[in-house]
């Protein structure tokens, strides 16, 4: 197959990390004998720092001409204090408006091997395997008025959550077909006793359901799921909810698993072109140190070759890839403190250079 991708490494540990998702595309790309045109962009604070804007034209239209994007991470301390049209975040959120990417897919899976390095018991880990199915182009994130101004000679700031039937619509309908595929199970999170746009949520997921007969709907709330997910994680199988509790529950979701540094993400919309990202940030505190653990960004490559390019052999033989380092002990430094399997500690590169080597030895 013939593909292009836009790579996006951003800032923080961004750069390091992407730079071990490519060497992986790359493997993948001689194995299977595909032809894979990588194009790299500027794109965050590094983009603010050299063009004054957080996603220049160039890396818009990079993105534009790709089938897929893969971004490492954007943001830092640096550019904190600038207002919000210019902060590096807004990359992000002009990607996801942009590109219409409204259906972001967190899985939480849980890696026995790793459960030692959750805060969590392994016992209540075991097992664990979810999806978080997140809204992600409406809600707070992008509703009007949204600004600060001032009234009667005092500073007040706002910020809109609205949502339409048919974007809670569309993306009910995707965590009712994930779950069609995994454990027939969707637990809708909403705000129902408060919020209006939760009571809407619910009604039009309540009316999306009936589409999906042989699929279980449960609705929580989200303070009771915050809870449910360090109580009894294994209940789950899909969550569903809207963009800011999507944002929150999968951080929470994310350390359950022993390291926010292992989980991958897809931002998908009507078509093919996906946005792929590590759920964890830019991490300032460890870049530029080889530190950093590659292996979300790497995940979230077999993401692109599962759902952009629908390549479900090179997704798997990733997947496998990473299984295995895991199985074999060989942890970077989040995962390695305090985890009676961690038999080596290996840098943020030689991470990359094993699952690769892993990939080309067809094991
Ligand atoms: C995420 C991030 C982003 C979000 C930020 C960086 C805009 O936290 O992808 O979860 O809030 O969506
Ligand atoms: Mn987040």
């Known amino acids: 197959m013939k593909l292009k ?5 951003g800032d923080g540990i961004g750069p390091e990390v992407v730079k071990q998702a490519i060497k992986v595309i790359k493997t993948i790309e001689k194995k299977y004998g595909h032809k894979i045109e990588l ?6 604070g590094e983009a603010i720092d ?23 991470a954007v943001g830092g301390p640096k550019w904190d204090n600038l207002p919000g049209e210019k902060r590096p975040e807004k990359a992000l959120l002009k990607l996801r408006g942009g590109f219409n990417l409204f259906a972001n897919i967190r899985p939480i899976k849980v890696f026995e091997k790793l459960s030692f390095s959750s805060t969590i018991k392994p016992e209540v880990l075991k097992g664990v395997d979810f999806v ?3 809204e992600l182009t409406g809600g707070l994130y992008f509703g009007k008025p949204k600004e600060i ?16 039937a048919s974007e809670i619509k569309r993306i009910a309908h995707v965590a009712f077909k994930m779950a069609q595929k995994r454990n027939k199970k969707v637990t809708s999170v909403d705000k129902a006793n408060i919020l209006e746009c939760s009571r809407l949520w619910r009604k039009i997921v309540d009316e999306v359901s009936k589409e999906y007969m042989d699929v279980n709907l449960e609705h929580m709330y989200v303070d009771n799921c915050a809870m449910q997910i360090v109580r009894n994680p294994k ?9 800011t509790f999507g944002d929150i529950l999968s951080d929470e979701a994310a350390v359950i698993t022993g390291s926010i540094g292992m989980l991958p993400s897809a931002s998908l919309g009507e078509g093919t072109k996906g946005l792929y990202e590590p759920i964890h940030g830019t991490a300032p505190d460890i870049a530029g140190k080889n530190i950093a653990n590659p292996l ?3 995940l979230s490559v077999a993401m692109m070759f599962r759902y952009s390019f629908d390549l479900e052999k090179e997704a798997k033989d990733i997947e496998n890839a990473v299984d295995k380092v895991i199985d074999s002990g060989y942890f970077t430094q989040d995962l390695f403190t305090g985890n009676p399997y961690a038999k080596q500690l290996v ?4 991470m990359g250079d094993l699952v690769c080597k892993i990939i080309e030895g067809g094991a």
């Open 235 to 243: 209940q789950f199988d899909v969550i569903l909810t809207e963009n």
């Open 50 to 72: 050299k063009y004054g804007d957080p996603l220049p034209d160039e890396t818009w239209k990079l993105c534009e001409e790709s089938d897929a994007i893969l971004l490492g």
């Open 5 to 9: 991708i836009a790579v996006l490494p």
């Open 39 to 44: 194009l790299e962009g500027i794109v965050g």
């Open 149 to 164: 101004r001032v009234e009667n000679g005092e500073e007040m700031a706002i910020d809109t959550m609205t949502y339409k």
């Open 132 to 134: 978080i199915v997140r």
């Open 347 to 350: 840098s943020t590169e030689e």
């Open 296 to 298: 979300a960004t790497i």
